[in-house]
């Protein structure tokens, strides 16, 4: 009888180490999706963007609070990139403009945008944060930058290594880049 009491014990004791085992990763499922939302809320009142499933894109791309200032970098990393990489002069002015829209030296933000200096996005985040920019941009409180600075922002990068005593500053290929982020950023298609 002693035995079947001790194996009742046990039996009992491993299934209250299961529930509080089950207890414990619900609650860190749901401490993780309390700290999304935050982080979604907050950058949503950075970017101005309210919608939820557009936030939620932001964060599948790896935006995260500390480096949502990026976003509207994008675009001008992406033609820097056109030509198949980006120069010193490029990656300097691409800096500057990044100091200039607050991102501090050393920063996740900074280290976020070196990441993208050295690797190259994929096509798939350029065109997905292309349509969150346009988005942010469209929202009431899209923030102090426009699409015509954007791409101003672009061209500069675009004529900051290229031609030769001024000639063809800009390549084909930046030209065509250009015009496609005009377009989509303008909200025209082409």
């Not at 991102?103 to 349509?131: C, K, Y």
């Not at 031609?163 to 063809?168: D, K, R, S, T």
């Amino acid at each position: 009888m002693a035995d079947r009491d001790i194996f009742a014990d046990r039996g009992r004791s491993l299934e209250e180490e299961y529930f509080r085992k089950k207890d414990r990763e619900l609650i860190d499922r749901m401490r993780q999706a309390a700290a999304a939302a935050d982080a979604r809320a907050e950058m949503g009142a950075r970017t101005g963007l309210t919608d939820p499933q557009l936030l939620e894109e932001l964060q599948a791309l790896g935006f995260t609070p500390e480096t949502v200032a990026l976003l509207p970098l994008v675009p001008v990393v992406q033609v820097a990139w056109a030509e198949g990489g980006i120069t010193v002069a490029e990656r300097a002015l691409i800096l500057e403009l990044a100091r200039a829209r607050g991102i501090g030296e050393g920063s996740a933000a900074d280290l976020h945008l070196a990441d993208w200096l050295d690797r190259r996005p994929s096509e798939d985040v350029f065109a997905r944060a292309t349509r969150l920019i346009s988005a942010m941009l469209a929202s009431p409180g899209g923030g102090r930058l426009s699409a015509d600075d954007l791409v101003r922002h672009c061209e500069s990068i675009a004529t900051a290594s290229g031609g030769v005593f001024g000639i063809n500053r800009i390549s084909a290929e930046e030209r065509q880049l250009l015009a496609s982020i005009a377009g989509a950023l303008k909200g025209r298609t082409g």
